[in-house]
């Protein structure tokens, strides 16, 4: 594929497609020297508008390991702080002989304008409150890693994933149920009605508010960041009663099934949605989450930029 954008344009084929590359991408990763000679030549520019700590330095670290040149665009010190416009900016860069961009921005869609002023291929790290496909991705590798799944166009089904908070601003939550569900998972969201979206019909999922009800048939409990920044309006009483409702305790991970497995795409609120430090969890994957997201954004990178075979 040219771009990668969402999980929809992706579709089944490209998720299982990306998944598997990311497998042999980990065997890279494992090696003395993680680095692979399949991108020489090929330019990755990193355009985040909003902040980032992991995806950031996992595409740079990404890209690097398949021996692409990288190019950081920093906004606090370009010329977007002059009034320059996102399209001038894009055809800048551009013109300086780039093969992809990496682009967060707080608006939905800008990966899709994006891909008018440019030849370029667009990869899309996080466009408002729509997509973050990558996230959604590592999250699919990380869960067939630990129940030990091949990645195929069902390897999900059996398996009930519970995503808990705040669905409503969440482009992980939009990401994560398209390719759980497109992987034939079960998937269950658990909030206040206010932190859901109006209408979650399309995505033909459960909704509930007794996140208790839910522990003890889920096997992945992904819980999602309290997103504060995007929020305009009181849509929570009070944190305090929101974590006692929604948040995941020592009590609650006790109550969890044998082998189920606990997610956050960080970063975590602690004290809000997290009440437990995850490191106290026997089945936290939110480290195992980072490390697939090197993997799998090398896998993104190779599949767009159509690298030559991952040889050593
Ligand atoms: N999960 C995620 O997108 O984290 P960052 O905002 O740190 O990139």
Redesign the pocket.
């Known amino acids: 594929m040219k771009h990668v954008r969402s999980i929809e344009e992706l579709g089944v084929d490209g998720i299982v497609r990306i998944l598997k590359v990311a497998e042999h991408m980990a065997e890279v990763n494992r090696r003395p020297v993680p680095k692979v000679p399949a991108l020489v030549g090929k330019t990755v520019v990193s355009l985040f508008f909003?902040?980032?700590?992991?995806?950031?330095i996992s595409f740079e670290t990404a890209a690097r390991r398949l021996s692409a040149d990288t190019m950081t665009f920093s906004v606090s010190t370009s010329s977007v702080n002059k009034g320059e416009s996102l399209r001038d900016t894009v055809e800048t860069v551009s013109a300086m002989g780039v093969a992809a961009f990496v682009v967060?921005h707080k608006s939905s869609g800008v990966p899709w304008q994006m891909a008018n002023w440019t030849d370029a291929s667009i990869v899309n790290?996080?466009d408002g409150w729509h997509q973050?496909p990558t996230?959604a991705l590592l999250d699919c590798h990380s869960i067939i890693g630990a129940f030990g799944i091949e990645p195929t166009p069902s390897c999900l089904r059996g398996l009930t994933i519970t995503i808990v908070g705040d669905v409503r601003h969440s482009r992980?939550a939009r990401s994560d149920i398209e390719a759980f569900t497109a992987l034939g998972a079960t998937v269950r969201l658990v909030g206040p009605r206010t932190l859901m979206p109006p209408d979650a019909t399309p995505w033909g999922v459960e909704i509930t508010d007794d996140f208790d009800a839910t522990l003890r048939d889920s096997d992945v409990v992904y819980m999602l960041r309290m997103q504060r920044e995007r929020m305009n309006e009181a849509l929570v009483p009070h944190l305090g009663e929101y974590s006692t409702r929604f948040g995941l305790d020592a009590v609650r991970a006790a109550r969890m099934k044998d082998g189920a497995v606990v997610m956050h795409?960080?970063?975590m609120n602690r004290g809000v949605e997290m009440m437990i430090d995850p490191s106290e969890l026997p089945r936290s994957l939110v480290t195992n989450q980072v490390a697939s997201g090197v993997s799998v954004r090398m896998a993104v990178l190779f599949d767009v930029l159509g690298g030559q075979e991952v040889a050593s």
Do not use: F
């Open positions: 909003e902040d980032s700590t992991r995806t950031r967060r790290a996080g973050h996230q992980v795409p960080g970063p």
